[in-house]
C-alpha cells in the first residue's frame, strides 16, 4: 500500500515544466508531455522514437520536456550519460547529446561519450571534466528528487499535462492521452 508523505498526490507533477527544464516546443503549448529517463534503459530506449514520432505528429501544440532519472543501481553508466548531457547543455548542445545517447544505448562508457562529444563538435576536454567531477550532479538530483516527490520509481515515467500517465506509452496510447486531456477550445 503506497503511503503519501505531502499534501499533493504522487500522480500530479509537483515541479510543472519551465524555463530549467530542457524543453522542445512552446512552453505554453495547449499540451505538455515530460518525461523522467535514464539514457541506459532500454524501455526509455524503446519510447525515444515514439517521443520523437509524437512530437511530429503534435508539432508547435506541443511542449516536450525531459529529466534525468539516472537509475544507477541497475545502469553503471546511466550518471555519466546524463552528465553528458547536462555538460552538453551547458555548451547549448543539450538535444542532440541526448538524441546520440539515446541511439547509441548500448555505448556508453566514458570514451563513447567523449566521441559523441567530438562528433557533435563540442569542447571534448571541457565536457569530460565535467562529467567525471559531476559538475552537473546537483541538477540531476533536483530532477531524480521532484520525479521521486511525483510518484516516480522507474523509467520511462510520463507526465501529460502535469498528470503521472501509468498507460502504455506507445504511439496512439500517448497520442490520445494528451490529446484528451488538451484544453477545450470554446
Known amino acids: 500500500m503506497k503511503t503519501e508523505t505531502s499534501s499533493i498526490p504522487a500522480s500530479k507533477l509537483t515541479v510543472p515544466a519551465a524555463g530549467r527544464d530542457h524543453i522542445q516546443g512552446p512552453i505554453d503549448a495547449p499540451m505538455t508531455l515530460l518525461e523522467y529517463g535514464d539514457y541506459e534503459c532500454p524501455f526509455c530506449g524503446a519510447a525515444y522514437p515514439i517521443v520523437k514520432a509524437v512530437q511530429q505528429s503534435l508539432g508547435d501544440d506541443l511542449c516536450f520536456a525531459f529529466r534525468n532519472f ?55 576536454p571541457r565536457l569530460m571534466s565535467e562529467v567525471e567531477t559531476g559538475n552537473h550532479r546537483g541538477r540531476i538530483r533536483e530532477d531524480f528528487m521532484a520525479g521521486v516527490r511525483s510518484g516516480v520509481n522507474g523509467t520511462p515515467t510520463f507526465f501529460v499535462n502535469g498528470v503521472r500517465h501509468d498507460a502504455g506509452y506507445d504511439y496512439d496510447v500517448l497520442i490520445a492521452a494528451l490529446l484528451e486531456t488538451a484544453p477545450k477550445h470554446a
Do not use: C, I
Open 70 to 124: 539516472p537509475l544507477t543501481n541497475m545502469h553503471p553508466h546511466a550518471e555519466h550519460a546524463a552528465e553528458a548531457a547536462e555538460a552538453a547543455g551547458a555548451q547549448a548542445r543539450f538535444w542532440e547529446m541526448h538524441d546520440t545517447l539515446y541511439e547509441n544505448q548500448t555505448a556508453l562508457d566514458d570514451k563513447d561519450l567523449a566521441r559523441y562529444a567530438a562528433e557533435l563538435g563540442l569542447d571534448v
